[in-house]
């Protein structure tokens, strides 16, 4: 008797919606943002095989601010963050986390998006709003991702 055993395992491979991106103002005359804080995210992921008497098992965990990755990809982009509008050259940063969007209809797993938006900090007039999603192997990879995706033309 002969027995055959097929097995197969579906990895998730999400293709990302592309950034949404809203410009209301030229941007050059703004050299001072103001970073609204946002709270840590931690997420963990898990690893194991058992097999001959013998396995193994693990986990990563990370670990993600967003007002932190926000503050430093518009510090990288020459900007100053204060604490307060200081003169009319200054905006502020506000971060939304949006909803989750299956992949192959959860077997891939979920894609994260996230919005960012940018005001006058005088006025309140909007000045940029992106909206972007990320995927990576933690929930925290995946607003990092979506962050940078979102912020990448800015």
Do not use: W
Not at 16 to 30: A, G
Not at 49 to 62: A, C, H, M, R, T
Not at 76 to 97: H, L, P, R
């Amino acid at each position: 008797m002969c027995c055959v055993s097929i097995s197969a395992v579906v990895v998730g491979c999400a293709v990302l919606k592309e950034p949404e991106v809203k410009r209301f103002k030229d941007m050059s005359n703004y050299k001072y943002a103001i970073v609204g804080q946002t709270q840590h995210v931690s997420s963990s992921i898990g690893y194991g095989s058992v097999g001959n008497l013998s396995g193994y098992s693990g986990s990563v965990s990370k670990s993600v601010n967003p007002s932190e990755v926000i503050t430093g990809i518009l510090m990288k982009k020459g900007y100053i963050i204060v604490d307060k509008a200081e003169n009319d050259s200054t905006f502020m940063v506000t971060y939304g986390q949006g909803d989750k969007r299956n992949v192959l209809g959860g077997l891939g797993g979920y894609t994260l998006g996230v919005t960012i938006q940018m005001l006058d900090a005088k006025s309140k007039e909007a000045l940029f709003v992106c909206s972007a999603e990320g995927k990576g192997s933690t929930e925290a990879d995946d607003i990092r991702i979506a962050i940078e995706r979102c912020l990448k033309d800015f």
